[in-house]
């Protein structure tokens, strides 16, 4: 997960996919998971409220992303690519969790939205993806003028991603026609 760091700067650091539901599981049993976080609720609801003000927001870059559509009692899922190959940043929220036997380590989980034109027919959520003038602000780099975004101007940018671009398939891609990392630049980072 990108995050920036105490001096303001860009960092990669290594982070679980999921938060623990709070209590305590039933005995014999693995907690609950928590995977997203809706944009719209992501400053009011307990669970995530206090990440997302105090600035624990950082962004997951990804070449694809999954969408499950639920057909029966099966989740159908399909890949979805950006046509010019490059990767998304998808928002999320990290915290600092501690287990029962005292170690301590850092999980993050995924801002969903609205889904867009294209994920709409599959299912009616998508992660927020942010767009590369709101990847700083998202991460609480300063404006030009030196301000922080507010929670207003954060929330704003968690929005359906629109782009023509985009292709799906119910398929894995073939991981022999994948770009590799170094085809291309990224981001900014």
């Keep these: 997960i990108m995050v920036t760091d105490n001096l303001g ?13 709070p209590g305590k599981p039933e005995p014999g049993r693995r907690p609950s998971l928590i995977v997203h976080a809706r944009a719209e609720t992501i ?4 669970t995530f409220k206090t990440a997302f003000l105090e ?7 990804a070449r694809t992303f999954n969408e499950g559509e639920e057909v029966g009692s099966k989740t159908r899922q399909y890949v979805l690519t950006p046509g010019d190959r490059k990767p998304v940043a998808i928002a999320v929220i990290w915290d600092r ?6 170690m301590t380590y850092l999980a993050y989980v995924m801002v969903t939205t609205a889904a ?4 709409t027919p599959i299912t009616d959520r998508m992660p927020a993806v942010l767009e590369q003038k709101d990847i700083g602000g ?3 780099e300063r404006f030009p003028g030196g301000e922080p975004a507010t929670p207003e101007q954060l929330k704003a940018m968690l929005k ?22 170094d085809q291309g630049k990224l981001f900014d980072l």
């Design 160 to 181: 359906p991603m629109e782009r023509d671009d985009w292709t799906t398939g119910p398929e894995k891609p073939d991981p022999r026609k994948t770009v590799k990392a």
């Design 138 to 140: 998202w991460l609480g």
């Design 97 to 102: 969790f501690t287990t029962e036997g005292g």
């Design 9 to 21: 700067r860009r960092r990669l650091i290594r982070m679980r996919w999921d938060f623990d539901k």
């Design 55 to 61: 600035g624990r927001r950082g962004v997951l870059l």
């Design 116 to 119: 867009n034109r294209l994920i």
């Design 43 to 46: 400053d009011q609801l307990r």
